[in-house]
């Protein structure tokens, strides 16, 4: 059951800190996050606002000092439902051994099935992101009857709006098959942070779910714990030379390869150079002893060896790619890597290998280019620990290859991804920030949850919740629905 602000003290004084917080914000002229293109009522004053200046930084900050909060509670909390939906629980599902997905009603990412409908566009002129379609007829099983239509699908997009704060629309679909992404779709490292994707860089990959009445683990803490055992045992396995490599590492190359020449990354970092070049040669002339001369000196080579490698060197760095898209692309993902495969791969790591600190004749003109990448390979080590957090993370289709240990640290069960993000619909959604205090009077329509493994990285482990007001949902009226994005 939701409850309201006033049912414990602790609760009582987060609300009231959100609100208030919300209402100073709107004296100095900047909106939370969570608010939408209508103004939120400003609490009055304790006396009338004509004595105050709000002009002036002090005048404003005089108005805040003369809140009358305890006469303001009415006006600043919304009513308070007595009781949410019953909590929609949405399970990512995992491939098969054979690496073929289950058929599934429901996704994540992908593309939606829109029919006639046109690709939404947010209030900047953007494609908007789809980030799920929910099948009615499968949600219809397990809510009131007669809430939802009972054939097409719910289709959550989201955008922004020219404040930079989310926009979203949703839409009622009855497609039978993927609609194309239109172009002009932003680069999803802009919306939500860096991840590896197998299908185009502005479309999440889909990931087929499972709706059900099964709440989620309370309990997070010993989900944590368990990672890390499972961890211990992998690295006991893979340190008695026992723990196989898969062909993931040499995708998860290929992709760090390509996200360095990506987004005019080695443009920047041409422009970048003449600052660090002045100071460097800045810091060789005015050096007081040998010893800091020589560091100088170094950093300057430095710097002069990566700014060659941008500019000479890069045509011979895609030329690597392609030679290691060849070999890759020739096999599948979760097919082992042995043999001469495996020094085959621990040389192309070499290959990229970079430290500033070394003498020139140690760097690779192709690890000054690599580094421009945030998604890196070191070392045959640091690989197989990046299997490790794809299959756990991920619905790798070899997670049931690990030890029997590591799985029950897991809480493994068979058909499910494990360690996903805490995605649902209805229910009591996560409370990160307080943000949940505005919308006191809504049902929590979705919620996706920071899910590294689904390329969800909301923020710091944070979450997407769209909103909707009981009539509202009564009427179908989608357009009513409110978004906030909240992290730690």
């Not at 989310?166 to 039978?176: E, F, K, M, R, V």
Request: charged content about 25%; overall charge negative.
């Amino acid at each position: 059951m939701f409850r309201g602000p006033g049912s414990s003290p602790g609760l009582h004084h987060q609300y009231m800190e959100t609100y208030l917080f919300k209402f100073i914000r709107s004296i100095f002229g900047k909106k939370s996050s969570s608010e939408d293109t209508a103004e939120a009522p400003k609490p009055a004053l304790k006396d009338s606002s004509s004595e105050f200046d709000l002009s002036t930084q002090e005048g404003r900050w005089a108005a805040v000092a003369h809140l009358d909060i305890d006469a303001q509670l009415a006006i600043m909390f919304p009513e308070w439902l007595d009781d949410p939906l019953p909590q929609v629980t949405l399970r990512r599902l995992a491939p098969a051994k054979d690496g073929s997905w289950p058929i599934s009603e429901s996704w994540l990412g992908g593309l939606p099935w829109l029919g006639d409908q046109p690709w939404p566009i947010d209030k900047c002129g953007v494609p908007m992101h789809h980030l799920a379609s929910i099948s009615l007829t499968e949600l219809a099983r397990l809510t009131t009857d007669g809430l939802f239509p009972n054939t097409g699908r719910l289709s959550f997009f989201t955008g922004r709006r020219p404040d930079d704060y989310p926009d979203l629309q949703i839409l009622h679909t009855d497609g039978a098959e993927d609609t194309k992404p239109p172009a002009g779709l932003r680069p999803l490292d802009n919306e939500f942070g860096s991840s590896e994707r197998t299908g185009p860089e502005a479309v999440l990959d889909r990931y087929p779910v499972q709706l059900s009445t099964e709440p989620w683990p309370q309990n997070t803490k010993r989900q944590d714990d368990g990672r890390m055992e499972a961890y211990r045992i992998w690295k006991e396995e893979y340190e008695a030379d026992r723990t196989p490599f898969y062909w993931n590492m040499g995708y998860r190359l290929l992709h760090g390869l390509k996200k360095a020449t990506a987004n005019d990354n080695v443009e920047r970092a041409i422009a970048n150079k003449a600052p660090y070049l002045k100071e460097a040669e800045e810091r060789a002339k005015n050096a007081s002893t040998e010893g800091d001369r020589a560091r100088a000196q170094k950093l300057l080579q430095a710097q002069n060896f990566e700014l060659e490698a941008y500019t000479t060197k890069l045509d011979d760095y895609r030329a690597f790619i392609d030679a290691v898209e060849q070999k890759v692309l020739a096999h599948d993902r979760w097919s082992v890597m042995t043999g001469d495969y495996i020094e085959w791969f621990r040389d192309a790591l070499a290959a990229v290998r970079y430290n500033e600190y070394d003498t020139p004749d140690q760097h690779t003109h192709f690890g000054a280019i690599y580094r421009l990448s945030f998604d890196r390979l070191h070392s045959l080590d640091d690989a197989a620990s990046d299997t490790y957090s794809t299959i756990v993370n991920q619905p790798a289709p070899v997670i049931a290859d690990l030890p029997p240990k590591c799985l029950e640290s897991l809480d493994y069960r068979p058909g499910f991804a494990p360690n996903q993000g805490q995605h649902q619909m209805f229910g009591i959604g996560l409370d990160i920030q307080g943000q949940l205090a505005e919308f006191a009077d809504h049902y929590l329509l979705l919620q996706l949850h920071y899910d590294k493994g689904a390329g969800l990285q909301i923020g710091d482990v944070g979450v997407i919740q769209f909103m909707i007001k009981p009539d509202d949902l009564a009427a179908r009226n989608w357009d009513a629905v409110r978004i906030t994005m909240a992290g730690n």
